[in-house]
């Protein structure tokens, strides 16, 4: 695996002691995105459909600092958006690390070049770089020539440096394992922490909705991918990961998890983002809110259609860390004797009782606008004129 052993023994303390308070619902991650705007269109993405406005707005220095105050999670994953537009970053990450987080900042790595040399190398800190695959694949997925290459010029900068460095790989419908595997196979050549792995989340508002996984085919995709590492693996090419071997057990369909949508909670321009980093259908002021007044209940599949088909890591990685440090004994189980890839799948969380989805986007969107015109015209600042 490519978790650092300090990094899995104070999160794995840290679950413990929650699980000794007798406490059922707790962060692990905080999901910082301190703004949306980004200098890529990805396809699959739907954290960019705002209006300029929205776009411009950015978390400060010291909101992003109250949040990991508020929020008592060891690990603060940094996304967006791109982190790397903010002037600001590398003063939200230097204070991080000085409250004692693990920080994981995904990029693209258009900037890194640029901006790599204001930031220093930490042991608790690592670029997460976004690769989805082989070159033909990345490009594909971002809509952009050229950035599979950058994205691998940037990572070999980033080691060379001294920096801890990741991928992140987000997979999709019409994905082929053998191609998945060959380039697992390449980013073993890299000698990196290791890949964060996920299936694609159906966001409402993305471009592109036809190549979103369901919950059966995003199984059959994983169990064919990791037959191909076994393989590879006897070649010499051991792929790491930096996730719960649960976790990718789970996408195998050997698992069966109910979300945690509590345990990576989302700090975003709008506020604490109910209920979850994917799906954002109401709004908190405070961490204490979010996670006194939300429903959870109401989320998750088989309670909620919009999570019908979700398998995510930010839903689900939480879970399986948990269950792992519960019941260690299937950790080992699959340490040991490497993640089935044959016979029956686990009985799946059924979906004939979930209720039926809302769409509340616009007004969201709509309540952003309108604070952000109160607060232009209480300064005597210009208002756009109207389209």
Same mark, same amino acid.
């Given at each position: 695996?490519?978790?650092?052993?300090?990094?899995?023994?104070?999160?794995?303390?840290?679950?413990?002691?929650?699980?000794?308070?007798?406490?059922?619902?707790?962060?692990?991650?905080?999901?910082?995105?301190?703004?949306?705007?980004?200098?890529?269109?990805?396809?699959?993405?739907?954290?960019?459909?705002?209006?300029?406005?929205?776009?411009?707005?950015?978390?400060?220095?010291?909101?992003?600092?109250?949040?990991?105050?508020?929020?008592?999670?060891?690990?603060?994953?940094?996304?967006?958006?791109?982190?790397?537009?903010? *002037?600001?970053?590398?003063? &939200?990450?230097?204070?991080?690390? +000085?409250?004692?987080?693990?920080? $994981?900042? %995904? !990029?693209?790595?258009?900037?890194?070049?640029?901006?790599?040399?204001?930031?220093?190398?930490?042991?608790?800190?690592?670029?997460?770089?976004?690769?989805?695959?082989?070159?033909?694949?990345?490009?594909?997925?971002?809509?952009?020539?050229?950035?599979?290459? *950058?994205?691998?010029?940037? &990572?070999?900068?980033?080691?060379? +440096?001294?920096?801890?460095?990741? $991928?992140? %790989? !987000?997979?999709?419908?019409?994905?082929?394992?053998?191609?998945?595997?060959?380039?697992?196979?390449?980013?073993?050549?890299?000698?990196?922490?290791?890949?964060?792995?996920?299936?694609?989340?159906?966001?409402?508002?993305?471009?592109?909705?036809?190549?979103?996984?369901?919950?059966?085919?995003?199984?059959?995709?994983?169990?064919?991918?990791?037959?191909?590492?076994?393989?590879?693996?006897?070649?010499?090419?051991?792929?790491?990961?930096?996730?719960?071997?649960?976790?990718?057990?789970?996408?195998?369909?050997?698992?069966?998890?109910?979300?945690?949508?509590?345990?990576?909670?989302?700090?975003?321009?709008?506020?604490?983002?109910?209920?979850?980093?994917?799906?954002?259908?109401?709004?908190?002021?405070?961490?204490?809110?979010?996670?006194?007044?939300?429903?959870?209940?109401?989320?998750?599949?088989?309670?909620?259609?919009?999570?019908?088909?979700?398998?995510?890591?930010?839903?689900?990685?939480?879970?399986?860390?948990?269950?792992?440090?519960?019941?260690?004994?299937?950790?080992?189980?699959?340490?040991?004797?490497?993640?089935?890839?044959?016979?029956?799948?686990?009985?799946?969380?059924?979906?004939?009782?979930?209720?039926?989805?809302?769409?509340?986007?616009?007004?969201?969107?709509?309540?952003?606008?309108?604070?952000?015109?109160?607060?232009?015209?209480?300064?005597?600042?210009?208002?756009?004129?109207?389209?």
């Amino acid at each position: 695996m490519g978790v650092p052993l300090t990094q899995a023994l104070r999160v794995g303390g840290y679950i413990l002691k929650q699980h000794l308070k007798g406490n059922k619902r707790y962060p692990l991650v905080l999901m910082l995105e301190p703004l949306f705007r980004c200098n890529l269109a990805c396809q699959g993405c739907g954290k960019i459909d705002y209006p300029n406005e929205i776009l411009n707005q950015r978390i400060s220095v010291a909101d992003a600092v109250q949040a990991a105050r508020e929020c008592p999670a060891p690990i603060i994953a940094i996304a967006g958006g791109e982190p790397l537009l903010h *002037r600001e970053m590398p003063q &939200i990450v230097e204070a991080y690390l +000085k409250m004692g987080k693990f920080v $994981i900042l %995904c !990029t693209n790595a258009l900037l890194l070049e640029k901006k790599i040399d204001q930031y220093k190398p930490h042991k608790n800190f690592c670029w997460d770089i976004h690769l989805d695959g082989d070159k033909e694949m990345h490009d594909r997925s971002v809509d952009q020539a050229g950035v599979y290459e *950058r994205a691998v010029d940037a &990572i070999k900068l980033s080691k060379s +440096k001294g920096f801890r460095t990741s $991928i992140n %790989c !987000t997979l999709f419908d019409g994905t082929d394992p053998d191609r998945v595997a060959a380039f697992l196979d390449t980013v073993a050549d890299l000698d990196i922490e290791g890949v964060m792995t996920s299936p694609g989340y159906a966001y409402e508002r993305a471009p592109d909705q036809e190549h979103f996984l369901n919950r059966q085919r995003t199984k059959e995709l994983f169990r064919a991918i990791f037959r191909r590492g076994k393989e590879s693996a006897k070649r010499g090419k051991k792929w790491k990961f930096t996730q719960s071997p649960l976790f990718l057990d789970f996408l195998a369909g050997n698992q069966t998890y109910a979300c945690t949508p509590w345990g990576n909670p989302t700090r975003n321009v709008f506020g604490w983002q109910r209920p979850c980093y994917l799906l954002g259908e109401g709004y908190a002021k405070s961490f204490k809110e979010l996670m006194e007044t939300t429903d959870w209940d109401k989320y998750g599949v088989g309670n909620y259609e919009k999570c019908s088909d979700c398998m995510v890591h930010s839903g689900f990685e939480a879970t399986a860390v948990m269950d792992s440090v519960k019941h260690p004994w299937k950790i080992a189980q699959v340490a040991l004797g490497g993640i089935k890839t044959e016979g029956a799948m686990a009985k799946d969380i059924p979906l004939d009782k979930a209720r039926k989805a809302e769409f509340v986007f616009s007004k969201h969107v709509e309540t952003k606008m309108a604070e952000i015109h109160a607060a232009k015209a209480a300064r005597g600042a210009p208002l756009p004129a109207a389209e």
